[in-house]
């Protein structure tokens, strides 16, 4: 076989006794054709036991399956191919394109692509969108008006919450779904007011419109930038028995909250502890109505709750008459909300037209939507102007909560959902959606807002296949807005505190106690004081909980485990690495032991195989470790050093430093015998 010129395949020299080569190397086969099978005349080039079978003949194939695949033409890879009767996938399913996945570009547009990748992973609704079909279309406009019959009463109920005028709630309630359709990454989740957004709203804005509004702009603002300089890794400090402690106390502090409407109480103060005392002190002012109209309601949420989740699936060969009651059924309790919002309603409107009023209504509503304006940077006050600096100053600390709980709410939800459903999220891409959707929802006078857990459940059960259902959902609560405000004025406050009970029942988590309990008890500690300080002030509850989450993570740093045993010689094993605050812990359990051995001769080993990086003040603190030891008489000697912590020994250039690879070289540097270090490498 004689080489031929580069790039090019050789060919069987004039003397080779293969006959057939030629057809071997002919042109390439079409797409739609398939190889010759191995044993055909055509392959016996390529056969191993053919003499002058040119290898390179497979080289000049596999580009060409390269380029085929890459134009996704059909039989280029077999077994890839997708039928067209296949069932169409919701994005991030199992078996479904990846979130981004586009064909392989060519070479030569490679540079072009990236470019588009850029811009895809900034806006996700490129992504799907080139794949949106109608199939997908039909799921996302159920799953819209179903979410849509759910967040309208929930709207006006968490303004009550936040303590604004119930309107708000629907200004906050719509620009989220607009907004997460071009940018969030998560298929189920929908943006808008929540309970315990809404408490935190309550206290950070003094029940103040002005104050709501600019700290939903100062709090998407922050958002943004936390998106953009990647900080999401932020919430990784927050641990899970300080999350579970702040919603456990926000369920039971909004819960209770609600008792005053369910009451028909007026006048109560939202600071827990007086809420509670007050309550209990005019308990005997309660009207029959309020208190009748609130049970009825929160018993029929309570039933549509737990028939909802018994139901089973759709019948599919089941009669006609089945399928309309099943469906009568799911729709029922799917927007139960908004049914027994409506149900209350038309009971107080009926009241009212007969010239009664035993029920506490919400009010008049104005009708409109939004007028759109900057976000107030000053309030007129009656004894001047409130500029922005103070009001600034008094929303506090309120701007770093705000905008780290609303993440930690929405990140959960996200992950959860794609978790169970098949997909990722990008938690610094959820950051830019919230920070879009808070700065432009405050022009339209919305409040801070983060993801919901009840309306995103609602959205996945209903088969949302993209977040193109949010611009149903948001399509609604603007039609609500434009037309339906003067029904909303007869919406009894009972019937919305028992939507609101309902919907915060769940967060409580009574279980995580028994299960720290059993799992890590020091655990409950965070826990505890998380959940006891929420209900006195909740950024408190919030920031005690992180800094005691915070002395528990670093305590081992500072106390690392340390094994030491006396075999003749003294051997030191460091459970971990060494930092700046385990210093003086390391020096002071050696010199002490070393002191208290009786060991001759006076040699210690200090076997740092699980040591795997070590700082600046740890190599100060060994260098007057090793002097200390040196008056003292003692021999230290160093074993087991990985790569990185010799280097930084070595750069160091400690007094008298030795490096032992082995127990034997141990041996001959501090005098041990043989046996001695082989005992203490056993122990």
């Known amino acids: 076989m004689r080489p031929g010129p580069p790039g090019r395949i050789p060919g069987p020299s004039p003397g080779a006794a293969v006959t057939r080569a030629a057809p071997a190397r002919s042109r390439l086969p079409t797409p739609g054709s398939a190889l010759p099978p191995p044993g055909s005349a055509t392959s016996v080039a390529a056969s191993p036991g053919a003499r002058g079978a040119p290898a390179p003949a497979r080289r000049r194939y596999r580009p060409a399956r390269s380029r085929l695949r890459g134009a996704g033409a059909a039989g280029a890879v077999p077994g890839r191919e997708r039928s067209p009767a296949a069932k169409p996938r919701c994005p991030g399913q199992p078996r479904a394109l990846p979130r981004g996945a586009m064909p392989a570009p060519a070479p030569q547009d490679r540079g072009r692509c990236c470019s588009y990748r850029a811009v895809q992973k900034r806006l996700p609704i490129l992504s799907w969108l080139p794949r949106y079909s109608l199939a997908w279309l039909q799921l996302d406009l159920i799953a819209g008006a179903t979410v849509g019959l759910t967040v309208v009463p929930q709207a006006l109920a968490y303004a009550e919450v936040a303590g604004l005028p119930v309107q708000y709630g629907l200004y906050s309630s719509f620009m989220g779904c607009f907004v997460y359709c071009f940018l969030g990454t998560a298929k189920d989740v929908t943006l808008g007011p929540t309970a315990i957004m809404s408490l935190l709203v309550s206290s950070y804005a003094f029940h103040d419109p002005v104050y709501a509004v600019l700290l939903a702009f100062l709090s998407g603002c922050i958002q943004l930038a ?44 939202r600071q827990f502890f007086l809420q509670v005392y007050e309550t209990l002190r005019r308990i005997g002012e309660t009207r029959a109505g309020d208190a009748i109209l609130g049970l009825a309601c929160l018993v029929a949420l309570t039933g549509l709750g737990a028939m ?11 009669p006609l008459s089945a399928r309309v009651s099943y469906l009568i059924v799911w729709i029922s309790a799917t927007a139960r909300n908004a049914l027994v919002v409506l ?17 506490t209504l919400t009010g008049e509503v104005p009708q409109g939507l939004p007028a759109l304006r900057l976000p107030p940077f000053a309030e007129a006050a009656a004894n001047g102007t409130v500029p922005f600096g103070r009001m600034v100053q008094d929303m506090g600390d309120g701007l770093a909560v705000v905008p780290l709980m609303g993440l930690l ?18 938690p610094n891409q959820e950051l830019l ?24 459940a609602v959205n996945a059960q209903t088969g949302a296949c993209t977040p193109a259902g949010g611009l149903v959902t948001g399509a609604l609560v603007l039609l609500s807005l434009a037309y339906l405000t003067s029904c909303f004025s007869y919406v009894p406050k009972a019937a919305l505190a028992a939507v609101i009970v309902c919907a915060v029942a769940p967060v409580f988590d009574a279980g995580i106690v028994r299960t720290l309990w059993r799992v890590k008890r020091l655990d409950l500690v965070p826990l505890c004081v998380t959940f006891l300080l929420c209900f006195w002030e909740v950024q408190y509850g919030i920031v005690a909980g992180v800094l ?4 528990l993570l670093l305590y081992p740093i500072a106390r690392p485990p340390i094994k030491v045993s006396d075999r003749g010689g003294l051997l030191v094993q460091p459970g971990s690495s060494l930092h700046f605050p385990a210093v003086e812990y390391l020096r002071d359990t050696l010199c002490k ?23 600046y003040t740890v190599v100060v603190g060994l260098a007057d470790l090793l002097r200390e030891l040196r008056k003292q008489g003692f021999a230290l000697a160093f074993r087991g050093l990985q790569d990185n912590v010799l280097q930084v020994l070595l750069a160091a250039d400690l007094d008298e430093f030795q490096h032992c690879t082995g127990w034997q070289e141990a041996d001959e540097t501090l005098c041990l015998s043989g046996a001695e270090a082989a005992a203490a490498w056993q122990q």
């Open 593 to 615: 032991r070393a002191l208290a051995a009786a060991s001759s001769p006076r040699s210690i080993v200090l076997d740092c195989r699980h040591v795997s990086s070590i700082d």
């Open 433 to 456: 959606a919230m920070g879009f959707t808070n700065i432009l929802g405050s022009f339209v006078s919305s409040y801070p807002v983060t993801g919901s857990f009840g309306r995103t």
């Open 226 to 269: 936390m998106g953009l300089l990647r900080l999401g890794f932020l919430l990784d400090f927050i641990s899970c028995p300080v999350i579970k402690g702040f919603t456990s106390a926000a369920s039971v502090t909004i819960g209770f909250s609600q008792v005053k409407n369910f009451l028909g109480l007026r006048g109560i103060p």
């Open 548 to 551: 005691v989450s915070g002395v």
């Open 409 to 426: 709410e929405t990140v959960a939800i996200a992950k959860a959902f794609a978790s169970q459903n098949g997909y990722r999220i990008d």
């Open 343 to 359: 149900s209350a309603g038309l009971v107080a409107y009926s009241f009212q037209a007969m010239g009664s009023r035993p029920f």
């Open 308 to 318: 909802k989740r018994r139901l089973s699936g759709a019948p599919g060969a089941e």
